[in-house]
Nanobody, 117 residues
Framework: QVQLVESGGGLVQPGGSLRLSCAASRNILNFKTMGWYRQAPGNQRELVATLTPGGSTNYADSVKGRFTISRDNARNTVYLQMNSLKPEDTAVYYC???????????WGQGTQVTVSS
């Protein structure tokens, strides 16, 4: 079993920044992808950003140029730097680790991000 522990959420004003962290209990380079998803009230969970072991990234169009996914291999930690935050970025953000076999997904408990003045 894999544990993913997120931190870094909170309340921020529009235009502000936050950095989310996700600490994994296993070597993050052994996963097909590590990523961040989010879910706003009444909406389905959606992809925000993913990162492969080789360093390839994928971002939702809505966050391109504002959010950056990165990792610290030694700490088995993945980050999401969020800049120029907008009210529509308000959601619970979930860390994800996807296995190569069967595309099995592990999820963190989620961290709330609220963008409001």
């Amino acid at each position: 079993q894999v544990q993913l522990v997120e931190s870094g959420g909170g309340l921020v004003q529009p235009g502000g920044s936050l950095r989310l962290s996700c600490a994994a209990s296993r070597n993050i380079l052994n996963f097909k992808t590590m990523g961040w998803y989010r879910q706003a009230p009444g909406n389905q969970r959606e992809l925000v950003a993913t990162l492969t072991p080789g360093g390839s990234t994928n971002y939702a169009d809505s966050v391109k140029g504002r959010f950056t996914i990165s990792r610290d291999n030694a700490r088995n930690t993945v980050y999401l730097q969020m800049n120029s935050l907008k009210p529509e970025d308000t959601a619970v953000y979930y860390c994800n680790a996807r296995e190569y076999v069967g595309n099995y997904d592990y999820w963190g408990q989620g961290t709330q991000v609220t963008v409001s003045s």
